[in-house]
């Protein structure tokens, strides 16, 4: 059985990435875990009474386990809910290590927000497990139709593969191929990830993306004239402090994408 994982915050009720979360446990079958932490961090600390605060905090996210359970319940699903006090990305990187996969709320575009400096990424950075972003206009899918992001890197064939169980179930694939060498090669990497999709029975199909000015532009527009309800994408395929810097499609696709980003990061934290 699966494990999966949703970062539930304090303001968190019936919002995309709950929804989405408990759709896709429904279809695979598996265990969910609605997960809040009471984050021990400065600014709590420099309020009068900050064990007061704490532990009101962590009897209302008690207090919220019915309302857990009864939505869980009425969708078929397997679920707990936990609620953990301490440095909130040490908690979440602790518990999500445990998980297939962590699901977390997308900012809303324009929220001002940066995700690249936010908690999630910083999770995100440690490599402890995939993660899944939902912004809050996507509806709860199940991961049908995927688009693949593929430029023969290992951060991208980190995460073409720890996307294979949903990738195996959806009814539709497509693959963006783009960012060959100079001499218009991607070495054998592309037909390794051929090979890798055919050996697990997935149907696909293969879009070149060679000498586009925006591939993050680009990504999504495929994402929508396919109608996916998934992006599979390796995070911060340059170094993330570049990446961070200067911008990129990781990046942009964080502060602009339209439907869920299914992340994985390099183990090294470039490629």
């Known amino acids: 059985m699966m494990e999966f994982l949703i970062d539930v915050r304090s303001d968190d009720a019936d919002t995309a990435h709950v929804r989405f979360g408990i759709e896709l446990s429904r279809r695979f079958h598996a265990r969910l875990t609605g997960l809040q932490v009471i984050a021990i961090d400065a600014t709590v600390i420099a309020l009068p009474e900050p064990l007061l605060v704490l532990e009101d905090e962590e009897t209302f996210a008690h207090e919220r386990h019915a309302w857990w359970s009864q939505m869980c319940r009425a969708r078929g699903v397997d679920a707990q809910w936990e609620v953990r006090r301490g440095v909130y990305r040490r908690v979440l990187m602790r518990r999500a290590s445990l998980s297939d996969v962590l699901i977390g709320r997308l900012h809303p575009i324009g929220s001002g927000i940066p995700f690249g400096t936010g908690l999630l990424a910083r999770v995100l950075m440690s490599r402890v497990t995939p993660m899944i972003l939902v912004p809050d206009t996507s509806g709860p899918s199940g991961l049908r139709r995927l688009t693949l992001t593929w430029n023969g890197s290992a951060v991208s064939a980190?995460?073409?593969?720890?996307?294979?169980?949903?990738?195996?179930?959806?009814?539709?694939?497509?693959?963006?191929?783009?960012?060959?060498?100079s001499r218009g090669r991607r070495d054998d990497g592309d037909r390794?990830?051929?090979?890798?999709?055919?050996?697990?029975?997935?149907?696909?199909?293969?879009?070149?993306?060679?000498?586009?000015?925006?591939?993050?532009?680009?990504?999504?527009?495929?994402?929508?004239?396919?109608?996916?309800?998934?992006?599979?994408?390796?995070?911060?395929?340059?170094?993330?402090?570049?990446?961070?810097?200067?911008?990129?499609?990781?990046?942009?696709?964080?502060?602009?994408?339209?439907?869920?980003?299914?992340?994985?990061?390099?183990?090294?934290?470039?490629a």
């Open 158 to 181: 980190r995460a073409i593969r720890a996307a294979l169980p949903f990738i195996g179930r959806a009814r539709s694939v497509t693959v963006l191929a783009g960012e060959r060498d």
């Open 192 to 270: 390794l990830v051929r090979d890798l999709l055919s050996r697990h029975g997935i149907a696909y199909r293969w879009k070149e993306l060679d000498d586009c000015p925006n591939p993050a532009e680009a990504i999504m527009d495929i994402a929508d004239e396919t109608r996916s309800d998934g992006i599979v994408m390796g995070a911060w395929g340059r170094s993330r402090l570049r990446e961070l810097a200067l911008g990129g499609t990781t990046r942009h696709l964080l502060a602009h994408s339209r439907c869920p980003l299914f992340l994985s990061a390099c183990c090294g934290g470039s």
